[in-house]
């Protein structure tokens, strides 16, 4: 049981270029959602799902789009890369929906920088 | 606007040193508090959630308490194997809701 799967875990891109981040949960959770974690702060939401074919916007959205492809994967793409994106992005998963007290599960995350 | 202030930043403990580490919020209207552990490298791990003032919960050396301001995460006998950062989420809002999550506080028990 992997729980929630994130890929690449590293990568390093230049100003403007664009990626896109994986994730897969194997939980069976209608929820999930994008983090990015940054050095002296909290985790900040990017992007929540809470179904297949919905997303709506967390509190940092600004320079990135999510698709929720099917209820396992929920992918993070940066159009053009900005080295203020340089960060900790982790994608989780929670069984409720967000408000709910359902606690996160998390992927081990995916280092990114930009140059 | 909602805060979660945890502290201390850091803490370095003696192998078997108890002490607490403390999650302080303002928030409108909480649901629940959540407490995680992340080790270097990995995403946070859950390891309890709060709900009311006066509610406690435990996990081998671990206990967390809850009170209308603050929590604690009180840590007993601690070993190397419990270093790691611990962050500290509030859950609150009614309608539009939103999870707010503290810095951390990064533990380092010294054998």
């Known amino acids: 049981n992997a729980g929630v799967t994130q890929t690449p875990k590293f990568q390093v891109l230049k100003t403007g270029q664009s990626m896109t981040l994986q994730c897969a949960q194997d939980?069976?959770?209608?929820?999930m959602y994008w983090y990015r974690q940054d050095p002296g702060m909290g985790l900040r939401l990017i992007y929540y799902?809470?179904?297949?074919?919905?997303?709506d916007k967390g509190e940092v959205p600004n320079g990135y789009n999510v698709s929720r492809l099917n209820k396992r994967e929920f992918s993070l793409r940066l159009e053009s890369a900005a080295p203020s994106q340089t960060s900790v992005y982790f994608c989780?998963?929670?069984?409720?929906?967000?408000?709910?007290?359902?606690?996160?599960?998390f992927g081990n995350g995916t280092r990114l920088t930009v140059t | 606007e909602d805060q979660v202030t945890q502290s201390p930043e850091a803490l370095r403990l003696q192998e078997g040193e108890s002490s607490s580490l403390n999650c302080s919020y303002t928030?409108?209207?909480?649901?629940?508090l959540f407490w995680y552990r992340q080790d270097p490298g990995k995403g946070p791990e859950f390891l309890f959630t709060?709900?009311?003032a006066g509610e406690e919960k435990e996990k081998e050396r671990l206990k967390a308490t809850l009170t209308k301001k603050e929590s604690f995460l009180h840590i007993t006998a601690p070993k190397p194997e419990d270093s790691a950062t611990y962050l500290c989420?509030?859950?609150?809002?009614?309608?539009?809701?939103?999870?707010?999550f503290g810095k951390g506080t990064k533990l380092s028990v010294i054998p």
């Open positions: 989780a998963s929670s069984e409720g929906p967000r408000g709910y007290n359902s606690p996160l599960h």
């Open positions: 939980m069976n959770h209608n929820s």
């Open positions: 799902s809470a179904s297949e074919g919905t997303t």
């Open positions: 928030v409108s209207g909480l649901r629940g």
């Open positions: 709060l709900y009311s």
């Open positions: 989420a509030v859950l609150s809002g009614a309608g539009s809701y939103q999870l707010t």
